[in-house]
């Protein structure tokens, strides 16, 4: 289980990790589009989405983007040239979660 806590209201979130769950994390230009880009950039890699959290690290220069996801049905080695080719991508990780 994945707890996020939301400072704004104390609210506490539980996301269930199912097998072949991992979390990418993805930081990008702060601009408008960028976010749009990536979703349709693992849309397009069959990335099935569990749970999303986005902030904004530097206003209007850099953001962050959580993605705990079923990559399952996804090509990793695809899925990392074809976020490695967004210009708006700065840099991105994939990490394994264990249940």
Avoid: C
């Amino acid at each position: 289980i994945i707890a996020q806590l939301e400072k704004d209201n104390g609210r506490l979130i539980l996301v269930p990790i199912q097998e072949k769950t991992n979390r990418l994390i993805l930081r990008f230009g702060d601009a408008p589009g960028t976010l749009a880009n990536a979703a349709h950039i693992l849309a397009s890699n069959n990335v099935d989405l569990v749970y999303t959290s986005s902030r904004s690290m530097k206003r209007g220069k850099e953001a962050e983007w959580e993605v705990v996801a079923d990559f399952s049905k996804t090509d990793l080695q695809k899925l990392r040239k074809a976020l490695q080719g967004e210009k708006g991508i700065i840099s991105f990780r994939l990490e394994r979660l264990e249940q």
